[in-house]
Structure formats: C-alpha cells, structure tokens
C-alpha cells in the first residue's frame, strides 16, 4: 500500500506561482513513475505531467508546457510540481498518482495509487 499527500495548494492571483508536493510512504517510490493530474469543477480529470523514476523521461501536457517543471527526490520520497504564469484556467483540484514499478503514462488508469488532491484556485 502506498499512501500519497499532496499539499503546497492555495489561492494565487493570475501570473503568480506555487509549488506542489507530493508525499510518498516510503517503500517503492524510488521505483515508480510519478505523475501529476487535475479536475476541474464539472470536467474530467486530466494530465499535467509526468516523471519517471530516475528522473530521465519528463513528458507534459500541452496547456502546461513551458509554465510547469515536475521533479522529485527520491531520498525524500517526494515528488514536485512547480507552477509558474498561473492562469485562471488552471483552477483545479491537483492530484498526484503514482504507477508502482512503471514507466508512467498520460492515462489515469495506468496509476495504481492516488493522494486525496490539492485545491489550486488562481483568480484573474
């Protein structure tokens, strides 16, 4: 069982930044593929980004590109999400996911844990 937190969430106006992470139980981290979601109120959940479990293959979605960076530190057991140029657009509830042994994927039912999310609101 691997339990996943996510915090770092909040209110930020358009154009600000926030960081999120995502806290593992310790365990398999190191070997799984880590990855970023959101919903939005009335739409279904989508992917932001993703990272592999050294860190070498990084993909994102196209509405995040070039604004976002995901990371993690495996000796933390933690993995990141920096958001930058915040859009209103991006309001979401933010949830990490974690594919246990797997090279991650941009589809949700590739995830075999989910943390509970993180309400980021950015105003305009």
């Known amino acids: 069982q691997v339990q996943l937190v996510e915090s770092g969430g909040g209110l930020v106006q358009a154009g600000g930044s926030l960081r999120l992470s995502c806290a593992a139980s310790a365990g398999t981290f190191r070997s799984n593929a880590m990855a970023w979601f959101r919903q939005a109120p009335g739409k279904e959940r989508e992917f932001v980004a993703v990272?592999?479990?050294?860190?070498?293959?990084?993909f994102y979605a196209d509405s995040v590109k070039g604004r976002s960076t995901i990371s993690r530190d495996n000796a933390k057991n933690t993995a990141y999400l920096q958001m930058n140029s915040l859009k209103p657009e991006d309001t979401a509830v933010y949830y990490c996911a974690a594919d246990i042994y797997g090279l991650g994927s941009t589809l949700a039912s590739e995830y075999d844990y989910w943390g509970q999310g993180t309400q980021v609101t950015v105003s305009s």
């Open positions: 990272i592999s479990w050294n860190g070498g293959r990084i």
